[in-house]
């Protein structure tokens, strides 16, 4: 790069950059500068530290400059401005220029170009990022679609390329493989608008002597550091292509001011915590769902969520987890205290259920941001505790050996799916053991960053299923199945012995939708024959950490086979397919709003759900499928007949009923709705076909509603005495017609 007129430059850090950057400003008599998109630009923060010097930076791109009027940072790595809608850019440009601008987005992009072209004329420095720095030739590659760039790098007198070191690459072949994915990746393209290759200074007008002074700028940042470390370093291999962040459900609920610092997405909870330090990073990486999604598209094959479980445990062996996470930890560590504590839970829950399957009442001090949801109970009889009394296969000379793993949800929330499943193996000379010894498999434990405690319980699974000799693993929930076959060899990285054992375990480790079609080998027969409509839902981990062409197979088998008719985006908006269900684990807790992004509430169409991976998804789409009938029902129980588990609908108007029914007595609607909402809103019971029963749920609901209300705030303590008022014969109206409720 020297050979061709090139000064290149090493900064240590942001601040050496900018300076570096300012200085170069300064020596050429540089005071207009103009900018193309650059995210290590947007990552040193560049265009304040020239500001403050007494410079106009420009940006050129027209959705960063959109961004830099409004004062805001980039939501997308690609698509700055995607968080904005046409009616917001024009009033930002009716403000820009003084005129009002329509919403027409030809006049808006006319705008633009107007208003920019005058900047590129009169500019005296361009600032520009590189996609590639090839070695062997010392040229730099710039991949856009708007062709700014290209006014960037040519007008000014002066032209400074930023990028980080790991943009180093040694030849022009290297290049052309990362272009062959880059654009596929980032916006559909084969190739983009614009790829182009500059090599040393080239003649200018704008310049005293004829010729442009140009600058390369690495920027290490702590990239040194990070290529050193044996786990993040393959975070240096990313593209910036954004896909992480097209596919991620969190993403598309916060949006990107939320799911980063300056770099967005997956990997920009990575790169916030390599490049800006921890104290940013803390909160970031606790967005991470660990479906996969991101794993799954990326181009340059970084494990994402792998690496953010990692950043998790760093912060926790660095700094200790939070008093109610550290029990929660301790308790799965122990697992006779852990099942001693589910079993009690049974009969805690009693007052909070209703004598229902579900937990609706519970009060919003325990279940802060959880309004939304009701949780599954505990069973009454947990499946370990059936297993003795089970009529399960049992074979002199077995051709498999079978050993169940249960999880904690279907253990002791759907013991009735282990049931099935042991049902489903009668005939096929198979023997089944279920070890009592076994626990959690431990993935709650590995979202909340607790390593050690991680090795522990997995190591009393490996302990509990290395004293048979078992040919095959069985497990119901596909989270669990990744947690033995990747999760358990991970934890036990640089441990020979022990990862020995985790590989040993994870070769026999196979989940219910493989069994079934592999071992099994179900036939149409062995479904129930039907007409419904059926939807369904793959599991994260089953759909891309146990493999996506399975479900594929499966999804064909019961369309084809079946008779039933498979549901997908097109058929019903209610369709959930491979979106995550936003089960999150432990987030639920920490994080519960995350939870809510995996079932469509729209509409009152009646359907059912098909699940094929995993319980925990299971126990979420159950929680939030509050406003439609959901039949949800494993894929295992497709080959029996079994009564569904149906949700209410149409509930919202109860609430509605009693906000009315305190309008009139105290004409008070909006506070008392502010007050009632969050505790009481979705939590009533199902629907009753009974009249008398429905009126007796909505009459429940009320007395518990005035003794919340009488306890909060002594406004309202003459509310007392209805609570001997029988509010039920009341609302008689309401088993007429309930469509006519509200009104009457």
Same mark, same amino acid.
């Given at each position: 790069?020297?050979?061709r007129?090139?000064q ?7 601040a050496d950059?900018n300076r570096?950057?300012?200085?170069i ?15 290590t630009?947007e990552e040193?923060q ?7 010097k007494?410079?106009?930076v420009v940006?050129?791109? !027209?959705a ?5 009027l ?7 790595m690609?698509m ?12 930002t ?10 919403? +027409?987005?030809?006049?808006l ?5 107007r208003?920019?072209?005058r ?9 520009s990022g ?10 730099i %590659? ?5 062709g ?7 007008l000014?007198r002066?032209?400074?390329?930023v990028?980080?070191?790991?943009k ?6 290297d290049?052309m493989?990362?272009l ?6 980032a916006?559909g393209?084969?190739l983009?608008s614009?790829?182009?290759w500059?090599a040393g200074?080239v003649?200018?007008a704008?310049?005293? +002597?004829?010729?442009k002074s140009?600058?390369?700028?690495? &920027? ?7 290529l ?9 291999r990313?593209v ?11 993403y598309?609920? &916060?949006?990107?001011?939320r799911?980063?610092y300056i770099y967005? %997405?997956?990997i920009?909870?990575?790169l916030?915590?390599?490049?800006h330090?921890?104290d940013r990073?803390?909160?970031l990486v606790q967005?991470c769902?660990n ?5 799954s ?10 690496l953010?479980?990692?950043i998790r ?5 660095q700094?200790?987890n939070?008093?109610p996470m550290n ?5 799965l560590k122990?697992?006779?205290?852990f099942h ?7 009969y805690?829950q009693k007052?909070?259920?209703g004598?229902?399957?579900f ?5 919003s001090m325990f279940?802060k941001?959880?309004?939304f ?9 947990a499946?370990r505790d059936r297993w003795?009394?089970l009529?399960?296969p ?6 498999l ?20 499943a ?6 096929h000379?198979?023997r ?11 993935l709650p434990?590995?979202?909340?960053g607790?390593r050690?405690?991680?090795r ?5 699974n490996?302990?509990?299923f ?17 947690q033995?076959?990747e999760?358990?060899?991970?934890l ?8 020995a054992?985790?590989k ?10 493989t069994f ?8 149409a027969?062995s ?6 409509k ?7 981990h089953?759909?891309?950490g146990?493999?996506?062409i399975?479900?594929?197979?499966l ?9 039933r008719?498979?549901l ?6 209610h ?6 269900s936003?089960?999150v684990?432990i987030?639920?807790?920490?994080d ?20 094929m991976g995993t ?6 789409? &159950?929680a939030?499928s509050?406003?439609?009938?959901m ?9 029996f007949?079994? +009564?569904?588990?149906t949700?209410p609908?149409?509930i919202?108007h109860?609430m509605?009923c ?17 007050m009632v ?6 939590r009533?019971s199902?629907v009753?076909e009974?009249?008398?029963q429905?009126?007796?749920?909505i009459?429940? !609901? ?5 003794d ?7 406004f ?8 001997k ?7 008689s109206c309401?088993?007429?017609?309930r ?6």
């Amino acid at each position: 790069a020297e050979k061709r007129g090139v000064q290149v430059h090493l900064a240590r850090d942001a601040a050496d950059a900018n300076r570096i950057i300012a200085k170069i400003a300064e020596d050429n008599g540089c005071k207009m500068v103009v900018k193309s998109k650059s995210m290590t630009v947007e990552e040193i923060q560049t265009n304040t530290a020239l500001e403050a010097k007494g410079m106009e930076v420009v940006e050129t791109d !027209l959705a960063e400059w959109i961004i830099q009027l409004r004062h805001e940072g980039p939501s997308h790595m690609v698509m700055p401005a995607i968080h904005l809608s046409r009616t917001q850019v024009a009033d930002t440009f009716t403000k820009e220029t003084g005129k009002h601008q329509t919403e +027409d987005i030809t006049s808006l992009v006319r705008v633009a170009r107007r208003e920019l072209r005058r900047k590129f004329a009169e500019a005296d420095m361009g600032i520009s990022g590189m996609n590639f720095a090839v070695a062997e030739s010392g040229a730099i %590659g710039l991949v856009t679609n708007e062709g700014n760039a290209r006014m960037v790098t040519t007008l000014p007198r002066v032209h400074v390329a930023v990028g980080g070191i790991d943009k180093l690459i040694p030849s022009f072949d290297d290049a052309m493989a990362t272009l062959r994915v880059l654009p596929r990746n980032a916006t559909g393209q084969h190739l983009t608008s614009y790829v182009t290759w500059i090599a040393g200074g080239v003649p200018t007008a704008s310049a005293p +002597d004829g010729k442009k002074s140009m600058h390369v700028v690495f &920027v290490d940042n702590g990239r040194k550091a990070v290529l050193n470390d044996p786990i993040l370093s393959q975070a240096l291999r990313c593209v910036r292509c954004g896909a992480c962040a097209n596919v991620c459900p969190v993403y598309r609920l &916060v949006g990107g001011h939320r799911m980063g610092y300056i770099y967005i %997405g997956a990997i920009g909870l990575i790169l916030t915590y390599l490049f800006h330090g921890k104290d940013r990073a803390k909160a970031l990486v606790q967005n991470c769902v660990n479906c996969q999604a991101c794993k799954s598209v990326c181009a340059a094959g970084i494990d994402l969520p792998g690496l953010i479980e990692e950043i998790r445990m760093r912060y926790i062996e660095q700094d200790g987890n939070s008093l109610p996470m550290n029990l929660l930890a301790s308790t799965l560590k122990n697992r006779k205290a852990f099942h001693t504590l589910l079993k009690f839970a049974k009969y805690a829950q009693k007052p909070l259920t209703g004598g229902e399957q579900f937990i609706r009442h519970l009060p919003s001090m325990f279940a802060k941001d959880n309004e939304f949801r009701a949780l599954p109970a505990i069973a009454d009889k947990a499946f370990r505790d059936r297993w003795e009394k089970l009529d399960r296969p049992v074979s002199a000379n077995p051709s498999l050996r079978v050993a169940i793993f249960a999880g904690c949800v279907q253990d002791f929330v759907y013991p009735e799916q282990l049931e099935a499943a042991v049902k489903l193996m009668q005939g096929h000379n198979i023997r089944v053991d279920f070890p009592m010894d076994q626990s959690c498999c431990g993935l709650p434990v590995v979202m909340m960053g607790q390593r050690e405690t991680a090795r522990d319980v997995a190591l009393q699974n490996m302990d509990a299923f290395e004293k048979g000799d078992y040919d095959v693993i069985l497990t119901l929930c596909a989270s669990c199945a990744s947690q033995l076959k990747e999760g358990y060899v991970e934890l036990f990285a640089g441990q020979p012995g022990r990862q020995a054992r985790a590989k040993a375990l994870a070769d026999k480790v196979m989940d219910f939708s493989t069994f079934a079609k592999e071992k099994l080998g179900l036939s149409a027969e062995s479904f129930n024959h039907s007409d419904e409509k059926v939807t369904y839902h793959a599991s994260c981990h089953l759909c891309r950490g146990l493999g996506g062409i399975l479900v594929i197979k499966l999804r064909l088998g019961l369309s084809l086979k079946t008779g039933r008719r498979m549901l997908d985006g097109n058929d019903c908006r209610h369709t959930i397919s491979d979106v995550c269900s936003g089960k999150v684990h432990i987030f639920v807790f920490q994080d519960p709003q995350f939870s809510g992004i995996g079932v469509d509430h729209s509409g009152k169409d009646r359907l059912k759900s098909r699940n094929m991976g995993t319980a925990l998804c299971i126990v979420n789409i &159950v929680a939030e499928s509050k406003n439609i009938f959901m039949e949800l029902i494993h894929i295992l129980k497709c080959c029996f007949h079994s +009564d569904a588990v149906t949700l209410p609908l149409e509930i919202d108007h109860i609430m509605k009923c009693f906000l009315r029914f305190i309008q009139i007595l105290y004409k008070s609607y909006q506070p008392v709705r502010l007050m009632v909402y969050n505790m009481f809103y979705f939590r009533t019971s199902p629907v009753f076909e009974n009249d008398g029963q429905f009126r007796i749920q909505i009459g429940r !609901l009320m007395h518990a509603a005035l003794d919340f209300l009488c306890l909060k705030t002594s406004f309202f303590k003459n509310l007392r005495i209805w609570k001997k008022v029988n509010l039920c014969s009341g609302l008689s109206c309401l088993s007429n017609g309930r469509k006519k409720t509200i009104d009457q």
